[in-house]
């Protein structure tokens, strides 16, 4: 918005905007097999906590990438509803192969964040190359610090049927609480971690910006504008590329071209 200070002042406005194109990067891990392992998404006792754990030099991201969605390769079986679901992310100083029994001890000095849920949440699927995966899209979004190993801790009270199996080769430690829920303490570990998992990071700007083309306009020292408010100069749109939104902290905005917003205006500001 402009308020002018001259006779007649011929306004061009040029908003320039520099919108950069969102980047995905899909981090693929562990093995792909035909083999069934009933744990953990098919629990024997229907319910169940498991945590595994993956390298920061396999993830390979710098800090700042964001992690949207966990998809987990499917080997057998159908995909049920799991009841008061819940998926929680922490970074972890832990080994992929050291995971301990007790839960709370492989992320210590770092807190676990839910990422989706606690809900009841029935898994849509995808499919990728030779093999299916069951898709678990975060609600909020994990920021990985590009530095620890992440941990990935799953948590369901119970499900609509039987569930579907996962790879059971593999040396990657899992630890596990067949019966358990999200605040079970303690479990037992096991070496059939390494079940194959596609990561999806969101790795462009948070926030993307596109403007809508104006044109000059004459304008006449005594004219205020609608209302007194100025004149509508030019108009952009912030568009958010999270899942779960991005906050936008400040908006800086100046006049090119022939006007010179320190005697030709009496402000240049926006409005929202």
Do not use: K
């Amino acid at each position: 918005m402009l308020r002018n200070n001259g006779l007649v002042v011929a306004v061009a406005v040029v908003v320039i905007c520099a919108a950069s194109a969102l980047a995905q990067t899909t981090v693929t891990l562990g093995i792909p097999q035909s083999s069934a392992n009933s744990w953990p998404f098919n629990f024997t006792n229907g319910s169940g906590r498991y945590q595994v754990a993956y390298g920061s030099s396999e993830i390979n991201l710098a800090g700042g990438a964001q992690l949207t969605e966990v998809q987990v390769q499917i080997t057998g079986g159908s995909v049920p509803t799991y009841n008061t679901f819940e998926l929680r992310v922490a970074h972890t100083t832990s080994s992929t192969s050291g995971l301990t029994g007790t839960f709370a001890s492989n992320h210590t000095g770092f807190s676990l964040q839910s990422c989706l849920g606690p809900s009841n949440y029935l898994p849509s699927t995808v499919v990728a190359g030779s093999y299916t995966y069951a898709r678990f899209p975060l609600t909020t979004n994990f920021s990985y610090n590009g530095t620890n190993n992440l941990l990935i801790d799953f948590s369901y009270a119970s499900r609509s049927g039987a569930g579907f199996t996962v790879s059971s080769v593999g040396t990657r430690s899992r630890v596990y609480a067949n019966g358990g829920n999200s605040s079970t303490a303690t479990g037992s570990t096991d070496t059939s971690g390494n079940w194959q998992v596609r990561l999806i990071f969101q790795t462009g700007p948070s926030l993307t910006v596109s403007a809508t083309a104006g044109t000059a306009q004459n304008v006449y020292a005594n004219d205020t504008g609608s209302g007194g408010n100025g004149i509508l100069a030019g108009r952009f749109t912030v568009a958010s590329n999270s899942q779960t939104g991005a906050s936008l902290d400040s908006v800086t905005v100046r006049s090119s071209g022939t006007g010179n917003d320190s005697n030709a205006y009496s402000g240049v500001q926006a409005l929202v």
